[in-house]
């Protein structure tokens, strides 16, 4: 037998070789929960489990394929027959072998979501009269998955998102009633159904409920903190019968609720599961021991919680910084000041982080960056005027400022429903191959060779393009681009987008930085124009020289680390975010968040908490550093008022 405490340490090696009944090992960020689960299979097999008798779950393939490899290099090619993968992997797996049980071939097919979305929209076609107003169906996806995810009805969800929606919720359900007899009579699946008909084989079948349930000595689930109520649920059945349930994760980690993900599920697991043993991993192999400080006194304040203290494992270095900065361009201003810094001690520019707690916080930044022409490389993988709602915005803008812009023209149009390509080619030709959106005489023209249904949708955009002249808006951009929010794209981002809130959030931010550029829009849209360029340059670098800056919301850094981590719009209302202040669930998950920015630093830390947001009518409004700055025990942090060259 293998010595598995010389090869753990003696948490991860309680864990990895405890005996049989119910385990649930609360890893704490960078404490090797990974190596720990890979031993846990090796150790098993080595005690003469079979593979096939062993069920590990994931969420993600990149990391059931990390795990198998690993354990391969443990325990050898024996582990091949193991299975492992995500619950919809695995699920799969179930309804190839029974889906005739739910009236399903077992060859159904798997509609991606380029299919589903597509079949969703013929749906909308095929049972509703008014189209124009009706939800896209995007949205209607969000919806369904939503519910499927919450296990809940889509009523239930309805009921929270109707308000917003300005339709009969009656036309949605008929829609989703709609699209799921036809993927029955297709044969198919969507990813969701994956979750859904296979936790109902194993709730409605008792044969192929015992049958796994026989099969399956041992469940290893690995990020138990992030399961839904329907895995939950099928953890529960799989494990039923032989109570061998290894669940891994950790409560201080538990971030994405806004996606299904129950913060109960592993709170009550202990409960569940009686006799259960739980093991803690605090040894950290990551961070120094001045970030483990701030990660561990900014998550005490939650009180729900298996309580965990990170313990360091590294050499003493620099307490974080916390800057107390003016406003957002001096953030913008020290955050580059502070990595050309680090880059002068010898960081590379990958090992740098910068992390923020929505993509609106980090605009200001992005145009920062790209005029000190200092590449960046996003986690979405998409800079923000690439994307299709501020290119939208910017559109507007470029139709108001150049009479010959048919590429902007194209793209304002195509925003009302029932405009296409040829629709938008004639309309161009009619008004003699420009739009002078100043004379009211064309503006006139246009208004007339409009469709009637869109004629309606155009007038307030056409009120608009009236008063960016008579009114001066091309000296006040972020007025323009909020009233165009206001009057018209509002609706549409509703309509389309299912998450039509943060994206106004972004153009809310746009329309303060338009507001404050040097010679209005058209010095605007000069600057876009080149920061657009510089990011067709940057995706070039990308792929042949990946020395680059990472920007990346907090949510999508959760699993990384970086040497060097720079938090962002610290403070309140920004981080936490007010969406989420008020509620003790909501200020839980947000410092939950905060804990795990704060964990993603390996070397420095360093958190910016500006005292002001600018207006675009020029005003300000005074923030206060955020709470989970303020409760952290004078000392374990150096403080800075505004940069002054040092750090």
């Not at 005027?385 to 812009?405: G, T, Y």
Request: with cysteine; aromatic share 8%.
């Amino acid at each position: 037998m293998t010595d598995y405490s010389k090869l753990l340490n003696p948490e991860q090696c309680e864990a990895a070789t405890a005996g049989d009944g119910p385990l649930l090992v609360l890893a704490a960020a960078g404490t090797g929960k990974t190596r720990t689960l890979v031993y846990r299979v090796a150790y098993l097999i080595e005690r003469g489990e079979h593979p096939d008798g062993l069920l590990l779950l994931t969420f993600t393939n990149r990391a059931a394929r990390e795990m198998l490899e690993r354990a391969k290099e443990v325990a050898g090619d024996a582990v091949g027959s193991l299975l492992n993968g995500t619950f919809h992997h695995v699920c799969n797996r179930f309804l190839r072998r029974f889906g005739d049980r739910l009236g399903y071939s077992n060859s159904f097919t798997i509609l991606d979501r380029d299919e589903s979305h597509t079949l969703i929209d013929h749906c909308i076609k095929d049972a509703v009269r008014n189209k124009r107003d009706f939800p896209k169906k995007d949205v209607i996806a969000s919806l369904i998955s939503s519910a499927a995810n919450r296990a809940c009805d889509l009523e239930d969800v309805l009921e929270q998102r109707i308000h917003d929606l300005c339709v009969d919720p009656m036309e949605i359900i008929k829609v989703a009633n709609l699209y799921s007899e036809r993927k029955l009579a297709m044969g198919a699946m969507d990813f969701d159904d994956l979750l859904v008909n296979g936790l109902r084989l194993l709730v409605e079948h008792e044969a192929v409920r015992d049958y796994y349930q026989n099969r399956f000595r041992h469940v290893l689930v690995d990020e138990y903190q992030d399961t839904n109520l329907l895995q939950a649920r099928m953890v529960d059945i799989l494990g039923g019968l032989n109570r061998n349930v290894m669940a891994v994760g950790d409560d201080f980690q538990c971030i994405y609720s806004w996606r299904g993900a129950d913060f109960r599920n592993i709170m009550e697991f202990p409960k569940r599961w009686e006799g259960c043993r739980i093991v803690k991993l605090e040894r950290n192999y990551r961070s120094v021991p001045e970030v483990l400080a701030v990660a561990n006194a900014c998550i005490q304040g939650n009180p729900e919680q298996f309580q965990k203290t990170l313990r360091p494992t590294r050499k003493s270095r620099n307490k974080p910084q916390v800057f107390f900065l003016r406003d957002g361009d001096e953030q913008a201003r020290t955050v580059l000041a502070v990595i050309q810094r680090f880059q002068q001690d010898g960081y590379a520019l990958r090992d740098m982080a910068v992390l923020y707690r929505a993509h609106f916080h980090s605009i200001e930044l992005q145009m920062m960056l790209g005029r000190a022409r200092l590449p960046f490389v996003i986690t979405s993988g998409i800079g923000v005027f690439e994307q299709a709602h501020v290119k939208d915005v910017v559109a507007f803008l470029r139709v108001c400022e150049n009479r010959s812009d048919r590429v902007a023209f194209g793209r304002l149009l195509g925003l009302l429903s029932g405009v296409g390509e040829k629709t938008v080619d004639t309309l161009w030709k009619t008004l003699g191959e420009c739009f002078e959106t100043s004379d009211p005489q064309q503006r006139a023209r246009l208004v007339a060779a409009l469709k009637p249904a869109v004629r309606g949708q155009w007038q307030e955009i056409d009120r608009l393009l009236a008063a960016y002249h008579d009114e001066g808006l091309s000296t006040n951009g972020g007025e323009a681009v909020q009233r165009f929010c206001d009057v018209f794209y509002r609706t549409y981002l509703t309509k389309v987008y299912d998450n039509a809130d943060k994206r106004e959030e972004d153009i809310r931010e746009l329309a303060l930085q338009i507001g404050r550029s040097d010679g209005g829009v058209a010095g605007f849209l000069q600057e876009v124009a080149l920061l657009t360029n510089v990011d067709h340059e940057y995706d070039k670098m990308a792929r042949e020289h990946a020395d680059m800056l990472h920007l990346s919301t907090v949510h999508q850094a959760k699993g990384l680390e970086w040497p060097v981590v720079i938090v962002i719009w610290a403070s309140e209302g920004m981080f936490p975010s007010s969406r989420s202040m008020g509620e003790s669930e909501n200020d839980a998950e947000e410092r939950r968040l905060f804990y795990v920015a704060v964990t993603r630093a390996k070397d420095e830390l360093v958190l910016c908490a500006p005292e002001m947001r600018r207006t675009r009518d020029g005003g300000v409004f005074y923030c206060k550093p955020s709470r989970f700055i303020k409760e952290l025990p004078r000392g374990l942090t150096r403080e800075n008022f505004g940069f002054r060259g040092g750090y």
